[in-house]
């Protein structure tokens, strides 16, 4: 059974850059695309971007410009970097893998982690 | 504003069933056959209910079907138990950068 977890600090200061690594356990994470998924509190989710294995990424237009994503496959983690964060960042982080092949749906996500933006 | 359209909220008596309505476009819903459908409980992570409009993954009751019609995909959950009783969201791969959209969630009351 795949699973996966998500870390990394769960206080950010505003403008500074918010880090995040999901780990997946009890599968391979090559030859599928990985995508990080954020909700704020009581409100929607938000797709934030995604990654295949090769290191291939696609962002959500509306954060691009402050998103990178990376992968590690010796490690089976693929990471979240979002730059000059406001309060408006503050939400649940989840990373999830992608099912099928470009069909844009989720079949495995992490608990989520809280992540909040406040000096 | 989410990309698609759902109703704040619906209910329905236990063994009773309901139909929630996802509302999109061309660009998304009513172009391509890729609408999936999740079920969030409080304080827990989204879980994959269907995905290719009709299609459930292993494990999720015949009880959850889906559907679409044009722009308008749709969940029905029949014979409603206590347990359904969560937040519902739609989502649908687009055909524009943004990739794939969410709704913007049902809340389900079993009353």
């Known amino acids: 059974q795949v699973q996966l977890q998500e870390s990394g600090p769960g206080l950010v200061k505003p403008s500074e850059t918010l880090s995040l690594t999901c780990t997946v356990s009890?599968?391979?994470?090559?030859?599928?695309?990985w995508s990080w998924i954020r909700q704020p509190a009581g409100k929607g989710l938000e797709w934030i971007g995604r990654?295949?294995?090769?290191?291939?990424?696609n962002y959500n237009p509306s954060l691009k410009s402050r998103v990178t994503m990376s992968v590690d496959t010796s490690k089976n983690q693929f990471s979240l970097k979002l730059s000059s964060v406001t309060a408006a960042d503050t939400a649940v982080y989840y990373c999830?893998?992608?099912?099928?092949?470009?069909?844009?749906?989720?079949?495995?996500w992490g608990q989520g982690t809280l992540v909040t933006v406040s000096s | 504003q989410s990309a698609l359209t759902q109703p704040a909220s619906v209910s329905g008596s236990p063994g009773q069933s309901i139909t929630i309505s996802c509302t999109g476009t061309?660009?998304?819903?009513?172009?391509?056959?890729?609408v999936s459908w999740y079920q969030q409980h409080p304080g827990k992570a989204p879980k994959l209910m269907i995905y290719?409009?009709?299609n459930r993954p292993s494990g999720v009751p015949d009880r959850f079907s889906g559907s679409k019609s044009g722009n308008t995909a749709s969940l029905t959950i029949s014979g409603l138990q206590a347990e359904d009783e969560a937040d519902y969201y739609c989502?649908?791969?687009?055909?524009?950068?943004?990739?794939?959209?969410f709704g913007g969630g049902t809340k389900l009351t079993v009353l």
């Open positions: 989502s649908s791969y687009t055909s524009s950068s943004t990739y794939v959209v």
């Open positions: 290719e409009v009709s």
């Open positions: 999830a893998r992608e099912g099928g092949w470009n069909e844009g749906y989720f079949d495995y």
């Open positions: 061309s660009s998304d819903v009513g172009g391509y056959n890729y």
């Open positions: 990654i295949y294995t090769s290191g291939s990424t």
């Open positions: 009890g599968g391979s994470i090559s030859s599928y695309y």
